[in-house]
Nanobody, 120 residues
Framework: HVQLQASGGGLVQAGGSLRLSCAASGNILRLHSMGWYRQAPRKQRDLVATISEGGRTTYADSVKGRFTISRDNAKRTTYLQMNSLKPEDTAVYYC??????????????WGQGTLVTVSS
């Protein structure tokens, strides 16, 4: 059984910063890529950032230069440092992880979501 526990959301003024965390736990053989997605009200869930097992990162154009994804493999945790936040960053943020639980079983798992609200 695998769980992803996200935390760190909250209310912040435009221009402010927040740091999200997502810790993976359970029957994990290998933790591959990890990532963050977000879903604003009445919109689809969009990719924000990903980080590979080796640390290679990708970002949505809308967050490049403002958000930084990182990971601590020993803690099985990924972080999303969000700076210069804008009202349009308001959304529920979900973490995602590509996890092998056995040599033959590999799946993507989702965290429960954490709400980020940016006021203007």
């Amino acid at each position: 059984h695998v769980q992803l526990q996200a935390s760190g959301g909250g209310l912040v003024q435009a221009g402010g910063s927040l740091r999200l965390s997502c810790a993976a736990s359970g029957n994990i053989l290998r933790l591959h890529s990890m990532g963050w997605y977000r879903q604003a009200p009445r919109k689809q869930r969009d990719l924000v950032a990903t980080i590979s097992e080796g640390g290679r990162t990708t970002y949505a154009d809308s967050v490049k230069g403002r958000f930084t994804i990182s990971r601590d493999n020993a803690k099985r945790t990924t972080y999303l440092q969000m700076n210069s936040l804008k009202p349009e960053d308001t959304a529920v943020y979900y973490c995602n992880a590509d996890i092998s639980t056995t040599p033959w079983r590999r799946s993507h798992y989702w965290g429960q979501g954490t709400l980020v609200t940016v006021s203007s």
